[in-house]
């Protein structure tokens, strides 16, 4: 009994509060993983198709060309199955006996997974790998930035649904702003100068008049998708002129572009991109290492505590909002200055919501939000490649794919994940 | 510091909330060296008047004058820079932020950073002998140690005045003590202590000038000499009955048995840890211990509100855990929880409305379907006056009553059923010393009927009062069934986790004999 256990437990010693453990097993990781198992033994073996899928690992100026790998898609098929077999088997062994196996089962059964599926999916035909990678770079930069908008605003404690409209927003500001100055730097700094302005008004409304901020959020995103779309048919369908901003140049890095397989995917991109890889980290050393972040993780945790040892709550959330609303908005300047180069209707189609995904996913940690993101922009860039080779699944499914890994992938995480205490909670002083 | 000039006056303060007026005209003068007690009855308005003092709310008249110069706090930023600490009731610390975090927070530039700031949980603790890991997480410490973070983060700030507001009513006896002995030290250090309770023990042991407020208004000083019941008749304007009164037990056979009861939470600690106690019709098993200790898990396990615990529950044969909420109110379990706000009554809705909130499926209250709104309003209106409840009317909204007159509305709809167990947790909390005589009342008039009464109390003078046995638990586990007149000593030791040498305990038959 507890009693006999502790002799001297209260006085001066320093003592974590610790109660006793049960065994608590959670079988719900190698369900899943047995389920995926039998879904890739259907696939791939059952309904196996013959014929080799030619993995193309190499592209042109690389330091040494990879030679293309050509997998027989029967064979990795089954061998991939029995892989995973024995992983489910591992899973459930580790389960059994309580014992931890850490993160290396899931991203191992994914890959093992992503490449059985592609070999199959691939089967006579050629899949471009280090497009592919290139791809997943491209679709995921504006979700990070997302991402990133939504990791300030809701640890300084203001949920932001908003972060749809804040990449609409920019997107077409920047693209209207750069056709008209013929600057894209211009265009960038007025996208994030937009998205300031939707989160603005997010802030004022959320802390100022106390509404319920997911309200507020989707409000906006509904509030720019109409104005946007407004503009454009009013505005830019007549005047193509304001409508065609030069593109941001690519900036290749000497030496680093030529790396196999990752150097084109990540160091042959715009300034907006590298911009990325300096804000990623900055951010996460800024919220763990700085003042700014200290405070900006209280007031998102605890804001009486905060007030009372003298940090103007409100004030601070408000600016830190509008810091994110910036951040966000370089992810809509991406849209039109980089990747597409004009503005379409509602043109970031949900990836907003899909960024704050990725919030959740990444348990409102900067680099764990952006490993997050990276996934979800692989699930497109699969969709987008296999739809090019021709697939044998219908296109339309494939379509879902992303969405359905961001569900599964917040679905199976979720519990784990710990929203900032005060996020969503307004600050009312008396 | 002169005596001529107090360390710290307030001078005719006055706050007031609407209609209400929490602080009228008080004056208060603290000097240095001195510890000065602020007494009263919750709701006399002792945390309003230092939440003034403290920047956090604005005085509508009166001033604050500090070594002389008046003060004017926009925010506690200005009042912590003219020098004033507190030691919050709720303790103001970052839960997710480790200890050095929370001293750092606000005062980055000052503190030189992370590793000054480490420094200085290091130099404050060894000046009073804590042993505090600057490193450690807050959420991972016991409440005793959360308070001492609470201390060395006003004292960080150099405080010439630190107010501690009910700094005791989260800690063992033992920890009380200690808490004492770091303020006596901190007064013979020269610093100017406002210590803020109800609690008259404490009061007596430690003040050196005490000030005791009713309503709002200062009705005077009292002498540290002064006796428990002159200090209780000065709280609340009229003669005080501190002990309360009952006859020896007489013990009945309907009974309720609890075995091996475990209770795990989400992450699978066991917060109820193979508890088994008996309770026979007629005596009162008090459950004393710090909170946080399983007492809210373990009476929620026996209203069927825990779907992770196994073991038994075993009322007059009829085995109640598995059991729905529903059927264990239909086996006559009485249950006055916790947070009467927020699990015990619906704030929005009427005293009438509150009174038959569990009993909205058939007789009396419903007939086909319908309320009964005749019947209702009876039932309401007999029990209005059977329980003192002070309200306008019965259509009057619970959420606007006193917290002693919402009390009186669980408690009349609580008791107003016929019961085979009675359930009370926490059951004067924030009360009044009138409501607290109620509420003890009618807690022995249920044991003296016949029914088992299992009261939850962390108020260690309740416990004593009202049990037959006492049963201590600590992190989960019960350390111990004694009998009622077990010293205090002891108790605290216990409610610490510890068994003390040659402990008397009480089984079920023999202590509710004795």
Redesign the interface.
């Not at chain 1, 890095?253 to 042959?268: C, H, N, T």
């Not at chain 1, 090019?388 to 992938?409: D, K, N, R």
């Not at chain 2, 002792?46 to 001033?63: F, I, R």
């Not at chain 2, 009993?359 to 309320?371: K, L, N, S």
């Given at each position: 009994?507890?009693?006999?256990q502790?002799?001297?437990?209260?006085?001066?010693?320093?003592?974590?509060?610790e109660?006793?453990?049960?065994?608590?097993k959670h079988w719900k990781a190698p369900i899943s993983y047995a389920v995926l198992t039998l879904v890739a033994l259907v696939l791939l073996v059952v309904l196996g198709r013959d014929g080799s899928a030619t993995l193309r690992l190499a592209s042109g100026g690389d330091f040494f060309a990879i030679p293309d790998a050509v997998l027989p898609a029967r064979a990795t098929g089954v061998v991939v199955v029995v892989l995973l077999a024995a992983l489910t088997a591992l899973s459930f062994w580790a389960v059994a006996t309580v014992r931890r196996l850490g993160a290396w089962l899931p991203i191992v059964f994914g890959v093992l997974f992503v490449v059985g599926f592609l070999t199959w999916a691939g089967a006579g035909s050629m899949i471009p790998i280090a497009g592919l990678l290139f791809a997943t770079v491209g679709l995921s930069v504006p979700l990070i930035f997302g991402a990133m908008g939504g990791v300030l605003s809701e640890r300084a404690g203001v949920v932001n649904i908003a972060i749809e409209a804040q990449l609409l927003g920019g997107a077409f500001t920047g693209a209207v702003v750069a056709s008209a100055t013929g600057s894209t730097i211009v265009g960038v700094v007025a996208a994030m100068l937009a998205s300031v302005l939707v989160s603005m008004v997010l802030a004022v409304f959320a802390i100022r008049y106390f509404v319920e901020q997911v309200i507020v959020g989707v409000v906006l995103n509904v509030l720019v998708a109409g104005l946007t779309n407004f503009l454009y048919s009013s505005l830019l369908t007549d005047n193509p002129a304001l409508n065609s901003p030069a593109r941001l140049p690519k900036l290749p890095i000497p030496v680093l572009e030529s790396i196999p397989l990752l150097g084109p995917a990540l160091f042959k991109q715009s300034i907006i991109v590298y911009a990325m890889y300096i804000i990623v980290p900055l951010i996460a050393w800024g919220l763990f290492k700085t003042?700014w972040g200290?405070?900006l993780?209280?007031i998102g945790?605890?804001p009486?505590?905060?007030?009372?040892?003298?940090?103007?709550v409100n004030r601070l959330r408000f600016w830190n909002v509008a810091l994110a609303g910036a951040v966000a908005g370089l992810g809509g300047a991406y849209f039109t200055l980089d990747s597409n180069g004009s503005f379409t209707r509602e043109m970031t189609a949900g990836l907003g919501y899909i960024a704050l995904a990725a919030v959740i996913f990444g348990q409102w940690h900067p680099v764990k939000a952006t490993a997050a993101a990276l996934l979800f922009g692989f699930a497109s860039a699969l969709q987008q490649t296999l739809g090019a080779i021709g697939s044998p699944v219908p296109s339309e499914f494939m379509l879902m794919l992303p969405y359905v890994i961001t569900l599964l992938a917040v679905a199976g995480f979720i519990g784990q994940s710990r929203a900032p205490?005060a996020s969503g909670k307004p600050y009312v002083k008396? | 510091m002169t005596l001529e000039h107090p360390t710290l006056a307030l001078r005719g303060i006055t706050k007031r909330?609407g209609a209400l007026t929490a602080n009228d005209h008080i004056d208060l003068e603290v000097r240095a060296g001195e510890i000065h007690c602020l007494l009263g009855e919750n709701g006399a308005g002792k945390s309003t008047l230092m939440n003034v003092l403290?920047g956090?709310?604005q005085a509508d008249e009166g001033e604050i004058v500090l070594d002389g110069e008046v003060q004017r706090f926009a925010?506690?930023?200005?009042a912590?820079?003219a020098g004033i600490g507190?030691v919050?009731q709720h303790f103001?610390?970052?839960?997710?932020?480790t200890v050095a975090?929370n001293v750092?927070?606000?005062?980055?530039?000052a503190l030189g950073g992370l590793g000054g700031a480490r420094e200085k949980v290091r130099e404050i603790s060894q000046r009073f002998?804590?042993?505090?890991?600057p490193d450690?997480r807050i959420e991972?410490?016991?409440v005793?140690?959360q308070q001492r973070v609470e201390i060395i983060?006003a004292l960080s700030q150099d405080a010439k005045v630190l107010v501690f507001d009910e700094p005791t009513a989260v800690l063992?006896p033992?920890?009380t003590d200690?808490l004492m002995a770091i303020m006596q030290q901190l007064r013979d250090e020269g610093t100017a202590i406002v210590f803020i309770t109800h609690k008259l023990r404490e009061v007596r042991a430690i003040a050196d000038r005490i000030t005791v407020i009713r309503l709002g208004k200062v009705v005077g000083e009292a002498s540290p000499d002064s006796s428990s019941t002159e200090l209780a008749s000065m709280m609340v304007g009229r003669p005080v009955e501190l002990t309360v009164q009952k006859q020896p037990p007489v013990l009945t056979d309907n009974r309720l048995q609890v075995s091996n009861l475990?209770v795990?939470d989400a992450?699978?600690?066991?917060?109820v840890?193979?508890v088994s106690f008996t309770v026979q019709g007629g005596e009162v098993l008090c459950i004393a211990g710090v909170q946080g200790n399983g007492q809210t898990e373990l009476t929620e396990a026996i209203l069927g509100l825990q779907h992770r615990a196994t073991g038994s529950i075993d009322l007059n044969g009829n085995e109640l855990l598995g059991d729905s909420v529903r059927e264990v109110l239909d086996a006559g379990v009485g249950f006055v929880p916790e947070d009467r706000k927020v699990d015990g009554l619906v704030g929005e809705y009427s005293i009438a409305e509150n009174l038959m909130l569990d009993r909205y499926r058939g007789e009396p209250f419903v007939r086909g379907g319908t309320i009964d709104r005749a019947a209702r309003d009876d039932f309401a209106r007999e029990k209005l006056s059977a329980f003192d409840i002070r309200a306008q009317s019965i259509e009057t909204p619970v959420g606007t009553l006193s917290g002693g007159n919402q009390q009186k509305v669980v408690l009349a709809r609580e008791l107003g059923r016929p019961l085979a167990l009675f359930v009370a947790s926490q059951p004067t909390r924030g009360l009044d010393v009138g409501s607290i005589e109620f509420v003890h009342s009618q807690i022995i008039a249920t044991r003296d009927a016949g029914i088992p009464v299992i009261v939850v109390s962390t108020e260690l003078d309740e416990v004593v009062g009202l049990a037959d046995r006492i049963a201590v638990m600590?992190?989960?586990?019960i350390?111990?069934i004694v009998p009622a007149d077990t010293s205090r000593d002891t108790l605290g030791?216990m409610m610490?986790?510890?068994?003390p040498a040659g402990l008397r305990t009480a089984d079920p038959v023999k202590g509710a004999a004795a």
């Amino acid at each position: 009994m507890t009693a006999q256990q502790t002799t001297s437990a209260h006085g001066t010693t320093v003592e974590t509060v610790e109660l006793e453990r049960a065994v608590v097993k959670h079988w719900k990781a190698p369900i899943s993983y047995a389920v995926l198992t039998l879904v890739a033994l259907v696939l791939l073996v059952v309904l196996g198709r013959d014929g080799s899928a030619t993995l193309r690992l190499a592209s042109g100026g690389d330091f040494f060309a990879i030679p293309d790998a050509v997998l027989p898609a029967r064979a990795t098929g089954v061998v991939v199955v029995v892989l995973l077999a024995a992983l489910t088997a591992l899973s459930f062994w580790a389960v059994a006996t309580v014992r931890r196996l850490g993160a290396w089962l899931p991203i191992v059964f994914g890959v093992l997974f992503v490449v059985g599926f592609l070999t199959w999916a691939g089967a006579g035909s050629m899949i471009p790998i280090a497009g592919l990678l290139f791809a997943t770079v491209g679709l995921s930069v504006p979700l990070i930035f997302g991402a990133m908008g939504g990791v300030l605003s809701e640890r300084a404690g203001v949920v932001n649904i908003a972060i749809e409209a804040q990449l609409l927003g920019g997107a077409f500001t920047g693209a209207v702003v750069a056709s008209a100055t013929g600057s894209t730097i211009v265009g960038v700094v007025a996208a994030m100068l937009a998205s300031v302005l939707v989160s603005m008004v997010l802030a004022v409304f959320a802390i100022r008049y106390f509404v319920e901020q997911v309200i507020v959020g989707v409000v906006l995103n509904v509030l720019v998708a109409g104005l946007t779309n407004f503009l454009y048919s009013s505005l830019l369908t007549d005047n193509p002129a304001l409508n065609s901003p030069a593109r941001l140049p690519k900036l290749p890095i000497p030496v680093l572009e030529s790396i196999p397989l990752l150097g084109p995917a990540l160091f042959k991109q715009s300034i907006i991109v590298y911009a990325m890889y300096i804000i990623v980290p900055l951010i996460a050393w800024g919220l763990f290492k700085t003042t700014w972040g200290l405070r900006l993780r209280a007031i998102g945790e605890h804001p009486l505590a905060a007030d009372t040892v003298g940090i103007k709550v409100n004030r601070l959330r408000f600016w830190n909002v509008a810091l994110a609303g910036a951040v966000a908005g370089l992810g809509g300047a991406y849209f039109t200055l980089d990747s597409n180069g004009s503005f379409t209707r509602e043109m970031t189609a949900g990836l907003g919501y899909i960024a704050l995904a990725a919030v959740i996913f990444g348990q409102w940690h900067p680099v764990k939000a952006t490993a997050a993101a990276l996934l979800f922009g692989f699930a497109s860039a699969l969709q987008q490649t296999l739809g090019a080779i021709g697939s044998p699944v219908p296109s339309e499914f494939m379509l879902m794919l992303p969405y359905v890994i961001t569900l599964l992938a917040v679905a199976g995480f979720i519990g784990q994940s710990r929203a900032p205490a005060a996020s969503g909670k307004p600050y009312v002083k008396q | 510091m002169t005596l001529e000039h107090p360390t710290l006056a307030l001078r005719g303060i006055t706050k007031r909330f609407g209609a209400l007026t929490a602080n009228d005209h008080i004056d208060l003068e603290v000097r240095a060296g001195e510890i000065h007690c602020l007494l009263g009855e919750n709701g006399a308005g002792k945390s309003t008047l230092m939440n003034v003092l403290y920047g956090l709310y604005q005085a509508d008249e009166g001033e604050i004058v500090l070594d002389g110069e008046v003060q004017r706090f926009a925010g506690p930023g200005d009042a912590m820079r003219a020098g004033i600490g507190m030691v919050h009731q709720h303790f103001m610390l970052i839960p997710v932020f480790t200890v050095a975090e929370n001293v750092l927070l606000g005062h980055e530039r000052a503190l030189g950073g992370l590793g000054g700031a480490r420094e200085k949980v290091r130099e404050i603790s060894q000046r009073f002998g804590f042993h505090i890991d600057p490193d450690a997480r807050i959420e991972d410490l016991p409440v005793g140690v959360q308070q001492r973070v609470e201390i060395i983060k006003a004292l960080s700030q150099d405080a010439k005045v630190l107010v501690f507001d009910e700094p005791t009513a989260v800690l063992t006896p033992q920890e009380t003590d200690e808490l004492m002995a770091i303020m006596q030290q901190l007064r013979d250090e020269g610093t100017a202590i406002v210590f803020i309770t109800h609690k008259l023990r404490e009061v007596r042991a430690i003040a050196d000038r005490i000030t005791v407020i009713r309503l709002g208004k200062v009705v005077g000083e009292a002498s540290p000499d002064s006796s428990s019941t002159e200090l209780a008749s000065m709280m609340v304007g009229r003669p005080v009955e501190l002990t309360v009164q009952k006859q020896p037990p007489v013990l009945t056979d309907n009974r309720l048995q609890v075995s091996n009861l475990t209770v795990l939470d989400a992450i699978g600690q066991k917060v109820v840890n193979d508890v088994s106690f008996t309770v026979q019709g007629g005596e009162v098993l008090c459950i004393a211990g710090v909170q946080g200790n399983g007492q809210t898990e373990l009476t929620e396990a026996i209203l069927g509100l825990q779907h992770r615990a196994t073991g038994s529950i075993d009322l007059n044969g009829n085995e109640l855990l598995g059991d729905s909420v529903r059927e264990v109110l239909d086996a006559g379990v009485g249950f006055v929880p916790e947070d009467r706000k927020v699990d015990g009554l619906v704030g929005e809705y009427s005293i009438a409305e509150n009174l038959m909130l569990d009993r909205y499926r058939g007789e009396p209250f419903v007939r086909g379907g319908t309320i009964d709104r005749a019947a209702r309003d009876d039932f309401a209106r007999e029990k209005l006056s059977a329980f003192d409840i002070r309200a306008q009317s019965i259509e009057t909204p619970v959420g606007t009553l006193s917290g002693g007159n919402q009390q009186k509305v669980v408690l009349a709809r609580e008791l107003g059923r016929p019961l085979a167990l009675f359930v009370a947790s926490q059951p004067t909390r924030g009360l009044d010393v009138g409501s607290i005589e109620f509420v003890h009342s009618q807690i022995i008039a249920t044991r003296d009927a016949g029914i088992p009464v299992i009261v939850v109390s962390t108020e260690l003078d309740e416990v004593v009062g009202l049990a037959d046995r006492i049963a201590v638990m600590y992190r989960g586990g019960i350390v111990g069934i004694v009998p009622a007149d077990t010293s205090r000593d002891t108790l605290g030791l216990m409610m610490a986790g510890e068994r003390p040498a040659g402990l008397r305990t009480a089984d079920p038959v023999k202590g509710a004999a004795a």
